[in-house]
């Protein structure tokens, strides 16, 4: 399967949703229209983003949705047009965190990091209670209640093998005495 990279170097396995493919990705959803929506199949195509304004190779993707980039003039989409971003708006949008930079996928390391130290705690917490989820090695995973229902049958198991092997040897020796007196 080969990876597509949409507009403002977005990947689109990982940034755009194939559920909602109507929906840009966050980063650059301000590089497209009303009159030329974000599409998940073609999110590629020159056409796709920043069109009148320098098209896909115009999109840069930052925080704030991205903006397209066109002759140094910076434009982002407002409902179905482009409007150029000028002095102060342009100063604000630098000081409130976007950037241009390339994505390098953070996010999610740091979202699988978080996810990974949310179950690692849930673990711990059930072993402190008495509750291994993980199973451990050569011991079935059975509840208390199955663990001593299997001991009472094992027991009783026990009980009834003594008792034949102590009957019968009774029986022996008593057909052992019975035989010599007959003798």
């Keep these: 399967m080969v990876n597509i990279t949409c507009c403002g170097n977005q990947d689109r396995a990982t940034k755009a949703s194939e559920t909602h493919p109507?929906?840009?990705?966050?980063?650059?959803?301000?590089?497209?229209?009303?009159?030329?929506?974000?599409?998940?199949?073609?999110?590629?195509?020159?056409?796709?983003?920043?069109?009148?304004?320098?098209?896909?190779?115009?999109?840069?993707?930052?925080?704030?949705?991205?903006?397209c980039e066109k002759d140094e003039k910076v434009y982002v989409s407002i409902g179905s047009s482009f409007r150029e971003l000028k002095g102060s708006e342009l100063i604000n949008r630098i000081k409130t965190g976007g950037s241009d930079s390339i994505d390098t996928d953070i996010d999610i390391r740091r979202a699988v990091g978080d996810h990974d130290r949310k179950i690692t705690n849930?673990?711990?917490?059930?072993?402190?209670?008495?509750?291994?989820?993980?199973?451990?090695?050569?011991?079935?995973?059975?509840?208390?209640?199955?663990?001593?229902?299997?001991?009472?049958?094992?027991?009783?198991?026990?009980?009834?093998?003594?008792?034949?092997?102590?009957?019968?040897?009774?029986?022996?020796?008593?057909?052992?005495?019975?035989?010599?007196?007959?003798?």
């Excluded at 840009?24 to 304004?53: I, M």
């Excluded at 059930?126 to 509750?131: A, F, L, V, Y």
């Excluded at 003594?162 to 003798?183: A, D, P, Q, T």
């Design 122 to 183: 849930k673990i711990r917490e059930m072993q402190i209670m008495g509750r291994n989820p993980l199973p451990i090695p050569g011991r079935t995973s059975q509840t208390p209640s199955h663990d001593f229902v299997s001991d009472i049958m094992t027991y009783i198991g026990l009980g009834f093998g003594f008792f034949f092997m102590l009957f019968g040897g009774l029986i022996y020796i008593f057909e052992s005495n019975l035989l010599k007196k007959i003798r």
């Design 22 to 67: 109507d929906s840009p990705p966050n980063k650059t959803k301000r590089c497209y229209s009303e009159q030329n929506p974000f599409n998940w199949d073609t999110c590629d195509d020159y056409n796709s983003a920043c069109k009148g304004h320098g098209g896909c190779d115009a999109c840069k993707a930052d925080d704030l949705g991205g903006y």
